[in-house]
């Protein structure tokens, strides 16, 4: 068993470290997120099980931390990135696409056409702006 947990914690360790190399390598803040984001969940992670095999005391614990691990990351990598984007932090040239931008610019020319359809048939424009009411 002693086998298996050295193994994870030398995947978990190869995963800490492509992270680290990612962070630096990656050209702005959105890319730099995924890449550590990815890598410290799953290198976290995967130390976290090693730890499983390695340390049969602190199994309820390992399991806590994985869990914590796996909920709370995608969650703080999702709002900072979404802070980010909101204050106004720019995409890297490199960066092929912004389907956040699209999708955003595209909701508000469907709301902006939809006040101007209800504004031309004589509906109140609040009643418009209200989605899924």
Same mark, same amino acid.
């Given at each position: %068993?002693?086998? &298996?947990?050295?193994?994870? %914690?030398?995947?978990?360790?190869?995963?800490?470290?492509?992270?680290?190399?990612?962070?630096?390598?990656?050209?702005?803040? +959105?890319?730099?997120?995924?890449?550590?984001?990815?890598?410290?969940?799953?290198?976290?992670?995967?130390?976290?099980? @090693?730890?499983?095999?390695?340390?049969?005391?602190?199994?309820?614990? /390992?399991?806590?931390?994985?869990?914590?691990?796996?909920?709370?990351?995608?969650?703080?990598?999702?709002?900072?990135?979404?802070?980010? +984007?909101?204050?106004?932090?720019?995409? @890297?040239?490199?960066? &092929?696409?912004?389907?956040?931008?699209?999708?955003?610019?595209?909701?508000?020319? %469907?709301?902006?056409? /939809? !006040? /101007?359809? !209800?504004?031309?048939?004589?509906?109140?424009?609040? /009643?418009?702006?209200?989605?899924?009411?």
């Amino acid at each position: %068993m002693t086998v &298996v947990g050295e193994i994870l %914690m030398l995947i978990g360790s190869i995963f800490l470290f492509l992270g680290s190399l990612g962070l630096v390598r990656m050209p702005d803040v +959105y890319n730099r997120l995924q890449t550590g984001t990815k890598a410290s969940t799953l290198g976290a992670m995967s130390i976290g099980l @090693s730890a499983i095999f390695l340390l049969p005391g602190a199994v309820g614990k /390992a399991i806590l931390l994985v869990v914590f691990i796996v909920l709370a990351n995608p969650i703080a990598s999702n709002t900072i990135g979404r802070s980010a +984007y909101l204050s106004g932090i720019r995409l @890297s040239e490199k960066s &092929v696409s912004d389907a956040w931008g699209a999708q955003a610019s595209g909701e508000a020319g %469907m709301i902006e056409g /939809a !006040a /101007a359809d !209800a504004t031309s048939t004589g509906a109140a424009p609040e /009643a418009t702006d209200k989605k899924g009411a």
